[in-house]
Structures are given as C-alpha cells and as structure tokens.
C-alpha cells in the first residue's frame, strides 16, 4: 500500500510538473517526461524516445528539473537532450529515507547514451583493449618480417 | 604475464639524466618480472602454482587471495579466482594490483607524468594523456579517443584471446552479447577490479558501473553499439 502511495504521489507529482512546464512555467524546453514510465523497471529508453517531442526536438544539452515534494521526500530529475532527443535521465534527488524508497532506488534502471562505434584517427599514447599475448606479436612479427625479406 | 608492457616518462622541466632514466625504467620492468615469476599460473614454482598443489604460500599471496574475496563479494560473485576445473587464477586481480605497484615505484622516485602500461590496462599520472580504446572488430583501429589525467584505465574483451572470460554465475563460457568493457577509475587496481567481473555481467554491467562511485565505463556490443555510464563523456576528447 505505502509502494502505491508512493508511486501515485511521485507519478501525480510529475503529471503537475509536466502541466506546469507546458504552460510555460519556466524557460527550460519543456521536458515532457511520460509520467507512467517514471519509476521503476519500466524506466526504458524506448519509452522515453517515443515520448511527443515539439516539432524540430528539444534544443541539445543538459538541464536540471526543479526540485518537486513526493510525499516521502523530494525528486529532482537532470535531462539530456542529444539529436533533439531524450538520451539520459538521472535522478540528482529521490527520496532515500524510507524503506520503501530504498526498495524502489534499487531497482530503478539507470538510463545510459549510446551511440554507434566510430573508427577515429588520432595520435594516441596508449590503447585498451589490446592484451595480444606477446607469442602472438611475436609470430605476427616474424611472418611479416618473413615478407619483407 | 605473457603481455607487452609499456612505461612512458614526461620530462618535467628538470632535466633528469638520461641513465637514470633508464635506470628507473628497469626497476620497474624488474618489478614486473618478479610478479610474473611470483604470481603466473603458468609457472609450476609460482606461488599459484604452490597454492593448487596445496602448498604453503607467502604473506603477499594470501594478501591477494583476501583482495580477490572482498571483491568477489562486492560484485556478487561475478568476480571470482576460482576457475570451473577448481584452479585457483588469480590473474584478474594480479594485473591491476601489480601495475599499481609499479606506478608507486616510479611516484617514490618522484615522477610526476608518466603511464605504465601492461596489455592495454594502464595507471595513468599526471596528463594529459591521450588515450584510445581498440575497435573490437578491427585491431588496427581505434574508436574513442579519451584524454586522461590521474586514473587507471582497463579493459574486458572476448575478442583478444577468445572468450577466455566465463560467468561464474551461470557457468556458461560464452558472453555473447557484448565484445568490450573499459571502466575508468581513480587507479588502475580499481579500473581493473571491475572490468572482468562487469564483463561477466553482460550487458548488465555497464549498468553495474554505472552505479559505483568513482568509476565509468564505455561497453561496445556485439552489433557496434557502445553505451556510456553518465559521467564519461568529461574523458571525451576531440580529434
């Protein structure tokens, strides 16, 4: 029941949060955060992209939503708009002092950006990832030097 | 180890002697050797080769053995030395720790920019470094450029060696759905300390990352699809 309570107070008290920044509350883009994907498991990017963005997407960056009373304490949410899209939503408050609230931080999923590998040219000191064994470069070297003789 | 390593020095303004220099580069080379004979499992006189035959062990392996269990703790399990034919590899934790310690050897003789470098994974001082992250699907090529100051820098991969990285949860040896892990953190022994067990996790464990302090990471999947934890764009460098 307190779960519910809870989750009805935080998801009421984004529903006034998005009314309120629609109506021009404020000069922030209107982060218009569907409500019923707020807590929970149920966070997922997907959700979040096909939210109703204003023609043309949100302007690029990152903001700071104020910060709203849910009942067991305060939620305060920072955005990222990449592409004109919703790519990250972070919690910078959520209510941690209470049992249940702990119960709902610990399953809430973080939201992480993505993005499709690029190969990139640069002058570079070191590189991870490579943990060839040195028989391998070894044998490498040799066929090569084989080559070039 | 079996891995190449690599050490780089910055001048500060002081000249330093070009023989010191080299003198102070073989101690840390030394040092790598010591560990390699010490703490190898491919060597049957190493202290991990005495502790599968039940031997008696040095005050330092056991000081290992302890570092491996708190981890395996803190990451439920998907960190664990124990392989499923019941040798004991602690390989996974040796490496971080060992560059760690090499890096020591250089600060106690006051070096104040400098890398050292062991298969990819790196204790990064001073900077800034530029630093790249191998494409998994092409070894001639990088995808990230980062730009590092006073971190450690490690990576998980499959496709290096194989898929010599296996879920102790689950037991199975493949990690199919994601070819590469790099954390960064604020040395590279805790770097290190989670790459390989968040690799486990699948695509779970950038999500894993993301939620320890002090650490970020950068996971590519086996489509090309490379997901960041939050705070990991402030290493992001351009061209």
Not at chain 1, 93 to 112: E, G, H, K, Y
Not at chain 2, 36 to 53: C, Q
Not at chain 2, 223 to 233: E, N, Q, R, W, Y
Request: proline share 3%; hydrophobic share 35%.
């Amino acid at each position: 029941m307190k779960k519910f309570l809870l989750s009805a107070s935080v998801i009421g008290v984004f529903a006034l949060y998005s009314v309120h920044l629609n109506l021009g509350g404020n000069e922030n883009p209107s982060v218009a955060v569907k409500t019923s994907n707020v807590i929970g498991s149920a966070f997922t990017s997907s959700s979040l992209q096909s939210s109703s963005a204003p023609s043309g997407g949100y302007k690029n960056g990152t903001y700071i939503g104020s910060v709203a009373d849910a009942f067991y304490g305060n939620i305060q949410v920072q955005v990222t708009i990449s592409g004109g899209r919703i790519t990250n939503v972070q919690f910078l408050q959520f209510p941690s002092d209470r049992r249940t609230s702990q119960m709902i931080n610990a399953q809430a999923d973080p939201i992480l950006a993505q993005e499709a590998i690029q190969a990139q040219s640069a002058n570079v000191s070191g590189v991870t990832g490579a943990t060839a064994s040195s028989g391998a470069f070894v044998q490498s070297l040799s066929s090569a030097l084989q080559q070039a003789s | 180890m079996g891995m190449p390593i690599t050490v780089e020095i910055r001048n500060s303004k002081y000249e330093i002697r070009k023989v010191d220099l080299g003198k102070d580069i073989g101690k840390v080379f030394e040092y790598f050797r010591e560990v390699d004979e010490k703490y190898s499992p491919f060597k049957s006189t190493s202290e991990v080769g005495k502790l599968n035959r039940g031997e008696k062990v040095s005050d330092e392996m056991r000081d290992i053995l302890r570092l491996a269990h708190d981890l395996k703790v803190e990451t439920n399990g998907y960190f664990d030395i124990e392989r499923p034919d019941g040798r004991i590899d602690p390989s996974g934790i040796v490496k971080g720790w060992a560059i760690k310690n090499a890096a020591d050897i250089l600060r106690k003789l006051k070096y104040k920019k400098f890398f050292v470098d062991a298969g990819g994974d790196a204790e990064i001082v001073g900077g800034p470094w530029k630093w790249g992250i191998r494409n998994p699907f092409n070894k001639s090529q990088i995808v990230k450029v980062l730009s590092l100051n006073n971190c450690g820098i490690a990576t998980s991969g499959t496709y290096e060696r194989g898929q010599h990285i296996y879920n102790p949860i689950t037991k199975e040896t493949e990690i199919p759905d994601i070819v590469s892990l790099t954390v960064i953190g604020l040395n590279i022994y805790e770097a290190d300390k989670f790459s390989t067990p968040a690799f486990a996790m699948g695509k779970g464990g950038i999500k894993f990352i993301e939620k320890q302090k002090d650490l970020e990471g950068y996971m590519i999947d086996k489509d090309g699809v490379a997901t960041m934890t939050s705070g990991f764009k402030r290493y992001e460098t351009g061209r």
